[in-house]
């Protein structure tokens, strides 16, 4: 036989027009993957970024030695945090739609990763999330008026109008700044983490990328510096198979998970069923744990599915079939854990309806509040003098005078 | 002659490239199966296959890494960057390795490599969909530096820039790409079929790079610009009833030195004018460049135009774009100075 060297192209599973097709996802059953000690080392524990860790079975039972046992009133919470999470997404693209904001990215499917993460962490921890993390904020606690102030860039936007709607920053609930500049974010958490360490103090830091952004030399580097300095860290691939249209083989993820380039590194790796928002808690908890403990950093790959389209200027009907999401064997965050409250008699249907309508209101109330500030094209808008703020501390004379020039030529123009 | 918009254009330039030359390939984030972003790749992965048209991971640095070993290995690769404000995590490969590799073995390597990538603001793109970084590429010895104004001039230039054995930086400014553009956001969008540059040949011509395109000749001024502000430049100037001189430069590296200076010792006076940040851009170059050969013919002090330097604000998008009124104010400034 003729053998020769060729190149590979990752293979993508389907196609619009063809039969969805999700054989490639390897499946833990619910419950069957054991929970090491938080100080395992690494070293021992990889069969964890090869399995799937599960909580949830398909009937909504909570099965399994990853079971975190919260109570009630946290079950119910999260799913309150869900539930906002995705009438606010659905509602600010409808005002992208309807011209009121440029832009926007909804979390559609994956609400579970930031939602059960940010409830899994102490409110001290510092959060370096994604575009696609609103659902921290929610968590949070933070005025959703603040976040469509943003989305508006209008007179309360604490970005003060220079960023693309989504990329939002909270000082007060130590969240930071988003940058449309994919997994720069990723080192930088480590090295705030690398800062706790060297002060003592013991709050964690934790970071979120796509599978996608995994690509960037970034993403090597947090893992080599978090496993060096073994910071207290927790790295995360949200991976949402599709970063715009590329299929997350052509991340790296035919040969091998994501989660298993903790241990290449030397560093603990795990793979959870990202939708199933007790397992995603377990997870997170587990890991933060460790960081808090000095076992060191955690990478973690939550397997989910982007239900939406990329954003508001993406047509996903162009490279993925249209009806995958509804094959995707790891279902809906949002339905799972109602299905998992109903089973314990602690939730229903009607309840659900009415905390729905509830939410929808809210986001109304809200959305009226914050257009009052004003928008992109009406309203009471920002100084454009701001524009000149910030680029250094203090105005350095060039800056001085070419917002002089800016005021003129706006004069000239009204 | 057919009629295309820049994006088609730019398409043709890949498609002909790709049939003619075995060794070209196409590679970056989203290009193949779905065309790009801005659908500049459309369907060359159907017809010219997997192996010729790449999907790559995102990972800018490794694109341009591996297309500088692709090049090395007697291929032509066509890099994509997604946007020119993505072009950073591949700037040391850039700057270190594909300016100066043909240098550094004195010839014996080289990597004929170009990198496209969609730059400039007005699509409300906030500052990581809209900067303009042609200036700092200019400044880095061994590469090439190229910025087509229109469709007709963006096929030539791509497919001269694919032949050419030196590396390229093919940038294309992301708000002409359907149509001409005077800087007014609010006038309705000019479709390309409108333009005498928008009349682009099938088939295979290029458009050399390092010769300036005197776009309109005149004799009160000089306006030296490339890209979108051709357009803004120009109409601000017809606008005041101005006899100007608009040339395009269409590469800042090769720079067509004599066409400037020409025009300059004729005219006497000159508007400098890019979208990109006023301070060490590319525009400094240009005037201490006129100042060096034309400074006896020059009857007022040169003017700048260019973007605030500031990050590109999502909100004040128009206040910072450097539109007819600041281009207003240079011309004024240099035919009033006696
Ligand atoms: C450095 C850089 N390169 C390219 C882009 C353009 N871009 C924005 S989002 C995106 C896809 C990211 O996908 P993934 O990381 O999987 O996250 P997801 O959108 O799926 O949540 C790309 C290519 C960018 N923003 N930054």
Known sequence: ?414 | MPQMNMIQALNSAMDIMLTRDPSVVLMGEDIGYFGGVFRTTEGLQRKHGEHRVLDTPIAEGGIIAAAIGMGVNGLRPVAEIQFADYIYPGFDQIVSELARLRFRTAGDFFAPVTIRTPCGGGIRGGQTHSQSPEGIFTHVCGVKVAMPSNPYDAKGMLIASIEDDDPVLFFEPKRLYNGPFDGDPNKPAVPWSTHPKGEVPDGYYTVPLGKADIVRPGNDLTIVTYGTMTFVAAAAAAAMGLDAEVIDLRSMVPLDVDTICTSVKKTGRCVVAHEATRFSGFGAELVALIQEECFWNLEAPIQRVAGWDTPYPHAFEWEYFPGQARVTTALKAVMESA
């Open chain 1, 1 to 414: 036989m003729n053998r020769r060297s060729r190149l590979h192209v990752p293979r993508v599973p389907a196609r619009p027009g063809e039969a969805p097709d999700f054989s490639y996802v390897d499946l833990s059953p619910a419950g069957a993957v054991a929970r090491p000690d938080v100080n395992a080392r690494a070293r021992d524990i990889s069969f964890l970024a090869v399995e799937l860790v599960r909580v949830l079975d398909d009937n909504g039972e909570a099965l399994g030695p990853w079971h975190p046992h919260l109570d009630v009133h946290e079950l119910q919470l999260g799913l309150r945090h869900m539930l906002l999470t995705r009438v606010f997404d659905d509602r600010m693209q409808r005002t992208q739609r309807q011209g009121r904001i440029s832009f926007y990215m909804r979390s559609l499917g994956e609400e579970a990763v930031s939602v059960a993460q940010a409830m899994a962490l102490r409110p001290g921890d510092m959060l370096f999330p994604s575009y696609r993390n609103q659902g921290v904020n929610i968590v949070r606690g933070r005025p959703l008026v603040d976040l469509m102030c943003q989305l508006l860039s209008n007179t309360r936007d604490m970005c003060k109008g220079r960023q693309l709607p989504v990329m939002y920053h909270w000082v007060a609930g130590n969240i930071f700044s988003i940058s449309g500049n994919l997994a720069t974010q990723f080192p930088q958490a480590v090295g705030w983490a690398m800062a706790a360490a060297i002060k003592g103090e013991d709050h964690i830091a934790a970071s979120w990328i796509g599978e996608g952004s995994s690509a960037e030399a970034d993403f090597h580097h947090a893992l080599l510096f978090a496993s060096v300095y073994q910071a207290p860290v927790i790295l995360n691939v949200v991976n949402n198979q599709w970063a715009i249209s590329t299929f997350q083989g052509f991340a790296g993820g035919e040969q091998r998970s994501f989660a298993a380039r903790g241990p290449g590194y030397g560093i603990a790796g795990i793979r959870v069923d990202g939708n199933d928002f007790l397992a995603v808690y377990a997870v997170t908890q587990w890991a933060a744990e460790r960081a808090r403990t000095g076992a060191g950093p955690t990478l973690i790959e939550l397997v989910t599915y982007r239900a939406s389209a990329h954003s508001t200027s993406d047509d996903p009907a162009r490279y993925r079939p249209k009806d995958d999401f509804d094959r995707w064997p790891l279902g809906d965050p949002i339905a799972r854990l109602k299905q998992h409250l109903i089973r314990l008699g602690e939730w229903s249907e009607q309840r659900h309806l009415a905390l729905s309508a509830e939410l929808e209101e809210l986001v109304a109330a809200n959305w009226k509040e914050a257009v009052t500030y004003g928008m992109l094209n009406e309203g009471p808008r920002l100084n454009p003098d701001l524009m000149f703020d910030d680029v250094f501390k203090e105005l350095p004379p060039h800056l001085q005078r070419q917002r002089e020039q800016m005021r003129a030529e706006i004069a000239k123009k009204d």
